[in-house]
């Protein structure tokens, strides 16, 4: 079983639309983080949580909204989706100590018509 | 102001041969970088990593060099496989921030 999952994996919505992705891990892993992956720009950071109590904005949370409902799941939100949020989203997990490597998860592929 | 950056966004090379793909920083802050690869339809997944200490790390095929004057590294895979056609991405953070700046990427082509 993967130790990162997201839910969907794949999702067309319509412009004005609210919409979640989910984020699951067993890793026990205290951080999490939501990244956005667009053609020609890498990986950029939305938000990131580093326990249950802890939120914080990333380079581009615009738009953007997370809840950390327990440690092992961080969902994202899109309150009201706009064409150009259109991307594929990761989601990552990080283990407590410093200078550690992430885990990903399988991406998410959103469609905002 | 891309602060990691991958100025090579493809590289094609023969299957035996050495691959290079390059990343330069600009935040002098950072002390750790890591490598990942992507295929498609795949999350990224770790590949090698090497703190400021160090310039250079091993693991099998890839080797990662870090040039601190620089500010530049370079992830050395060889002898270069097919399996090795991926994006790759470099990756770097600074100690306590928990945070990773990502490159854009570098897409590879392994030709059989």
């Known amino acids: 079983d993967a130790d990162v999952t997201q839910t969907p994996r794949n999702r067309i919505t319509k412009t004005g639309k609210r919409i979640m992705l989910e984020c699951s891990q067993t890793?026990?892993?205290?951080?999490m983080y939501w990244y956005r992956q667009d053609p020609g720009l890498g990986l950029r950071l939305i938000y990131y949580?580093?326990?249950?109590?802890?939120?914080n904005k990333g380079e581009i949370s615009d738009g953007y909204s997370v809840s950390r409902q327990a440690q092992a799941k961080f969902s994202l939100s899109l309150e009201s989706a706009i064409p150009n949020q259109t991307a594929l989203y990761f989601c990552?997990?990080?283990?407590?100590?410093?200078?550690?490597?992430?885990?990903f998860g399988p991406g998410t592929r959103l469609t905002v018509l | 102001d891309q602060q990691v950056k991958q100025n090579s966004p493809s590289l094609s090379v023969q299957e035996g041969r050495i691959s290079i793909l390059n990343c330069d920083y600009t935040?002098?802050?950072?002390?750790?970088f890591l490598w990942y690869k992507k295929y498609p339809a795949e999350g990224p997944t770790f590949l090698i990593s090497?703190?400021?200490?160090?310039d250079k790390n091993e693991d099998g095929r890839f080797t990662v060099f870090l040039n601190k004057s620089a500010k530049h590294l370079s992830l050395h895979i060889v002898p270069s496989q097919p399996g090795d056609s991926a994006v790759y991405f470099c990756?770097?953070?600074?100690?306590?921030?928990?945070?990773?700046?990502f490159g854009t990427g570098t897409r590879l082509k392994v030709l059989a």
């Open positions: 990552a997990t990080s283990a407590r100590d410093s200078l550690v490597e992430q885990f």
């Open positions: 890793k026990g892993h205290d951080r």
């Open positions: 949580s580093f326990d249950v109590k802890d939120i």
């Open positions: 935040n002098s802050m950072f002390d750790y």
């Open positions: 090497i703190s400021s200490i160090k």
């Open positions: 990756a770097a953070s600074a100690s306590g921030t928990y945070k990773y700046i």
